[in-house]
């Protein structure tokens, strides 16, 4: 029992001692950044905490975590998540079937900056290991697909990844069928909506169905998008010249009002290329690539 205490206190305040040093800048930079990771390595990590493994995967999924949110809510665009795929590799190698690690971590190193690292290769990498580990989780599978269909536009790949969840043992029913529809139509926003619809219906995890309504929300903006600048084109063959503003197209009778996403951040008019984004300031930033020809 004393021994359990200390370790548990001797993981707390080496993490806290990393986390106090990290925010007073207190370290010494590492690749120009101040984070700084003292054990990299999951083999060596395994061994030093004994048979208190998952304690210690505990404990690092929790410096993961906090890694990401601190360096997604920091400010300025030159985020840095350097050391959030060492601390997601020393959890899974300290716990193998560290589900939501796995999947939380994928999300996380998948997402575009600034909202993550931008790293689909590092999530993949996470995946693969969780399946290597738990080969009958169709759910890891699944993800993966996920990552090459959503953040790699690879939709062969993600396709394969589907069929092959599909056919893992207790995979729900809907998983062949998208991944034959994710062959013939991958790219279009109807196939994205089929996907994250199905998501959002039968997930077994809340923060997934949270995942899934977030990517659907953005779709609806990506098809706002896309009549907005239909609309602007009709205004400019009628008019002669683009609209300065929204303004414009509401005097005109085009738009009944100022046009605004789901968060109610209005949508941003560039009046020199008839182009529409959204604002900087609306949470469903950053969109997924623009859809790429087949």
């Known amino acids: 029992m004393k021994a359990a205490v200390a370790m548990v206190l001797l993981l707390a305040a080496v993490v806290g001692l990393q986390a106090l040093r990290e925010q007073s800048g207190t370290l010494a930079p590492q690749a120009g950044t101040g984070n700084l990771l003292y054990v990299r390595s999951g083999e060596f990590m395994t061994r030093a905490v004994l048979s208190f493994d998952s304690l210690a995967a505990d404990v690092y999924w929790i410096r993961a ?29 300290l716990d193998p ?10 999300v996380f190193l998948a997402e575009r900056p600034p909202a993550g690292p931008g790293r689909p290769d ?5 995946l ?22 959503w953040y790699l536009h690879d939709y062969l790949r993600a396709a394969e990844w589907f069929k092959r969840s599909s056919e893992i043992p207790g995979a729900p029913n809907w998983l062949a069928p998208l991944a034959a529809v994710t062959l013939a139509q991958g790219g279009s926003r109807g196939s994205s909506r089929q996907l ?20 659907l929300r953005q779709l609806d903006a990506m098809d706002q998008i896309a009549a907005l600048e239909q609309a602007v084109k009709l205004y400019e063959r009628r008019i002669g ?9 509401v005097r005109t009778g085009d738009l009944r009002g100022i ?35 087949r």
Do not use: C
């Open 65 to 93: 975590v906090q890694h990401y949110g601190r360096s997604k809510l920091s400010g300025g665009v030159d985020k840095k998540y350097d050391i959030l795929y060492p601390l997601l590799d020393l959890t899974t190698a």
């Open 97 to 106: 079937k560290f589900d939501i690690a796995y999947r939380f971590g994928a």
């Open 122 to 126: 590092q999530a993949i990498a996470l």
């Open 128 to 149: 693969e290991r969780g399946l290597r580990a738990q080969p009958g989780r169709w759910q890891l599978a699944q993800d993966l697909g996920f990552v090459h269909y």
């Open 196 to 215: 994250w619809q199905q998501v959002l219906e039968s997930a077994d995890a809340d923060w997934l169905r949270v995942q899934a309504r977030f990517r």
């Open 241 to 249: 010249s683009l609209p300065m503003s929204w303004a414009d197209m």
């Open 259 to 293: 046009p605004v996403d789901s968060e109610r951040h209005p949508f941003e008019l560039n009046p020199f290329w008839g182009t529409v984004t959204l604002d900087r300031a609306s949470p469903l930033n950053p969109l997924p690539a623009p859809e790429q020809p």
